[in-house]
């Protein structure tokens, strides 16, 4: 702990995960033709992976390279892909929906 408060770089142990909630289904839907990022993210190591809750639309990126985010490198590296992409929907899976229409 006293090295991240001094500044030296840690490493990240575990995954870190997250939801951007959206209204799609309620009473303020996205406007048709809005392009917005999937909603699941993680992050592990330098990488960052992006996917929908449907499975759809993965994007996948290397942070440490890239840290706009321009390049989707899901077809470089299937396999960590694919990895980032179980461990997102399984941690996704394992929510409670939300059924409040409030």
């Known amino acids: 702990m006293s090295d991240a408060l ?22 303020f839907p996205k406007p048709q033709g809005v392009n917005l990022s999937p909603n699941i993210a993680l992050r592990y190591d330098d990488w960052k992976l992006l996917v929908n809750k449907d499975g759809s639309d993965v994007m996948l990126f290397n942070l ?16 960590i892909m694919k990895m980032l992409e179980v461990a997102a929907m399984k941690w996704r899976n394992s929510l409670p929906e939300n059924k409040s229409n409030d």
């Open 64 to 79: 440490k390279s890239d840290v706009r985010e321009t390049k989707n490198l899901k077809n470089q590296y299937p396999q």
């Open 6 to 27: 001094s500044g030296k770089p840690q490493k990240r142990k575990k995954i870190i995960y997250w939801e951007y909630r959206r209204n799609d289904d309620q009473a």
